[in-house]
């Protein structure tokens, strides 16, 4: 009888252990999640040589709670199962144990070393800028809508090129891939935040005489949705730009056009971008904003 009951036992076991494997990897699989997906833990690995940093950094995070949470798990499962209750007898009872109380209070502190030697290396690269950089972009961020400008690119009348959208179609960001970007911030009102998803990146982008830097090295071409990812007013959620990374040959070619005085529409297309404009019904500053397209 006791066998039979061990053997019921360890038939139990084995059946949560199996249907604890089996429907998360099944919810994985019917979900439809690419492989990307799945082995980076729903971080993507953006499109920036900082990215990569930062995604190398998450997985590795993530790769470690996994371990602690496993070991975790599994010590409380072994003890339940190898300390349950077999009759009305009180087991032994384990107090002051000092190499286990100094395993409790070691273990924790490395982990947590570890993960903030790696966050501050990462962090201090990312936050990294260089003297002399390719391309100087000035985003000047006001209520709900972007301005940039390119204050190394002059036109003919000394004035700085830029980009703003206009009251059909969100503002613009034309940047050259394989060249390191610098970005000046400044708000002309409330706080708020550049973010471009595919960057694994946003820094605030504050009123006054706060400035905020960052530089970027944009490695994949295509055309990325920015937002203002601080809630800053009524039309917060309609305050949104796009990031279109070219070849630095298109790249070249916009900028002339720009210095001709075209449109940022026109000099994309003499740069030989056809694709469209994302379109918008953000209501404009109107100070700031002639109706049309710059």
Known sequence: MVAQGRDVRSHRVRRWVGFSVIVPT??????????????????????????????D????????????????????????????????????????NMPIELLYTVMPFLVVAVLFYYTAVVQTDVDKVQPNPDVTV??????????????????GGGQPIATQGGPNYIPVLVLPTHKRVRFVEHSEDVIHSFWVPELLFKRDVFPGNVTNTFEVTIEKEGAYVGRCAELCGTYHSMMNFELRAVS???????VAAKQQGMTTPDALRAAGDDQPLATTTTPFNTERNTGTAS
């Open 248 to 254: 630095d040959a298109e790249y070249q070619r916009f």
């Open 57 to 96: 950094l998450w997985i590795g995070s993530v790769v470690a709670a996994l371990v602690v949470g496993v070991l975790v798990w599994g010590l409380i499962f072994w003890c339940v199962v190898r300390y349950r209750k077999r009759g009305d007898e009180l087991p032994p009872q384990t107090r002051y």
């Open 138 to 155: 000035n985003v000047v961020a006001f209520k709900w809508n972007w301005q940039f400008v390119y204050p190394e690119v002059k036109t």
């Open 26 to 55: 099944a919810a994985v699989l019917l979900s439809g999640c690419s492989a990307d997906d799945v082995f980076g833990f729903g971080w993507p690995k953006g499109i920036t040589d900082q990215s990569r940093r930062m995604y």
